[in-house]
């Protein structure tokens, strides 16, 4: 709630209301997205009313890495994080000291340039027990099951690596099964950035126990004790000899099942930075730079993470920009009811992303993991709100509309302009 900012008090109230409209649900990093645009754009006006640069009133109150762990005002631990570090680091590939170049170079063509910057924070939770089933196969395959289900975030490949790394094999000599129920016994599910850190925690257990289950069975065949096997690269050997057998060498195949809990929270975060050009005469806003620096805790495979980034960003930026539900007030029928009607941002909207990872792992779990999935979207409506506000203000606009539909902004700067 209080964010990256070291605010020693906070205070919440809660309202509940009863609607005859369609019920909202969780989405991608609920809740996280509507305050962080609320505590970001506080920033923002404090810093016009006080004189002060907003991003030098963001630094002087962040929470520094000697803080860490840090307990915010609601008890809430964040575990890591090097807040001043991603500002910093994301300034500099936004080329923050050229912005006046641009902005008098967009003026000659008639657009208004504004720019904006957004500080993230956000949680990671989800049901805290999973397991894994590791099966080593005849076929040379080391087969595993486990209770979480891919929907495009390319678990079979992440998953595997961290198996394959923990058994010092190759990524193609493991097979990831999920989703089935005639396979899976048990699994927590996909939800609130839970994945990898829960079901790659507990593949890195379950590898542990299959080494130790492979040393009992490889010093039965050689006839020599357990603690004198050693493990590399998927063969086992008598310390001091050059006898050993290859994990599928081990007769009859065997498996192992790990279950692992985890209760403590992660906190992901970053610092985004947009610019956007705006058409004083339409308000049609064109998105144009877009850099995001983000801490997921060690990033497995930084390619995937990227890809999320990116997916996650374009999902805040329809939120913040055009995507809204109309329901007429007479009738309580959804006018917005298909995507004919209901704007998402396309691939055409946005420009080509700068995104950079500032790795600080996690101690609250075996990998360093914190999560990668969230991250584009939280901060998303702050920042691009953030930059249109800023082109808006030499117009007199002090209230900028969401979704910022170029209508919307047509309104307001009209509304100015009288």
């Known amino acids: 709630m209080t964010g990256n900012y070291d605010i020693p008090l906070a205070r919440v109230r809660a309202r509940a209301v009863f609607t005859n409209t369609t019920p909202t649900q969780a989405y991608r990093s609920s809740g996280r997205p509507e305050v962080t645009f609320a505590i970001e754009r506080l920033i923002d006006l404090a810093a016009d009313a006080t004189g002060f640069d907003r991003t030098e009133l963001r630094r002087r109150n962040l929470i520094g890495e000697a803080s860490m762990p840090y307990a915010n005002p609601f008890g809430m631990v964040y575990d890591s994080g090097r807040y001043a570090e991603n500002m910093a680091l994301v300034t500099h590939l936004a080329d923050w000291v050229g912005f006046s170049e641009r902005c008098a170079e967009a003026r ?5 340039l504004g720019r904006g910057l957004a500080n993230y924070v956000e949680s990671s939770t989800g049901t805290p ?9 005849a076929d040379g395959i080391v087969e595993i099951v486990i209770g979480t289900q891919s929907a495009g975030q390319g678990h079979e490949t992440s998953f595997a690596q961290v198996a394959a790394a923990a058994l010092g094999l190759d990524v193609e000599a493991v097979r990831i099964l999920s989703g089935d129920t005639d396979l899976v016994g048990f699994g927590g599910g996909t939800h609130s950035g839970r ?13 542990d126990d299959l080494i130790a289950e492979g040393k009992r069975r490889a010093a039965l065949a050689l006839e020599a004790a357990p603690d004198d096997m050693t493990y590399t690269r998927g063969r ?5 000899t050059d006898r050993g057998l290859s994990l599928f060498e081990l007769s009859g195949g065997f498996a192992v099942v790990r279950d692992n809990e985890m209760h403590e929270l992660v906190f992901p975060n970053g610092c985004h930075v947009c610019e956007v050009e705006v058409d004083p005469e339409t308000g049609a806003v064109d998105l144009v730079r877009y850099i995001a620096v983000d801490d997921v805790g060690r990033a497995i495979n930084p390619l995937i993470v990227e890809g999320q980034t990116h997916g996650g960003i374009v999902q805040g930026l329809g939120q913040a920009m055009c995507e809204a539900c109309i329901v007429d007030g007479a009738s309580g029928q959804t006018i917005t009811g298909t995507l004919m009607d209901y704007a998402l941002p396309r691939a055409g909207d946005v420009p080509a992303f700068t995104t950079r990872l500032n790795e600080v792992p996690s101690p609250t779990n075996p990998l360093g993991v914190k999560a990668g999935g969230e991250g584009g979207t939280t ?8 930059a249109i506000a800023d082109a808006l203000r030499p117009l007199g606009v002090t209230s900028i509309p969401i979704p910022a539909t170029p209508h919307a902004l047509w309104r307001a700067i009209q509304g100015a302009r009288r």
Do not use: N, W, Y
């Open 108 to 112: 000659a063509r008639g657009k208004l």
């Open 129 to 137: 027990r999973e397991q894994a089933r590791m099966t080593v196969c």
């Open 195 to 207: 994945s990898m850190r829960m079901a790659g925690a507990v593949i890195a257990l379950a590898a």
């Open 236 to 240: 086992f050997t008598v310390a001091g």
């Open 379 to 386: 901060p998303a409506p702050a920042v691009v709100i953030s």
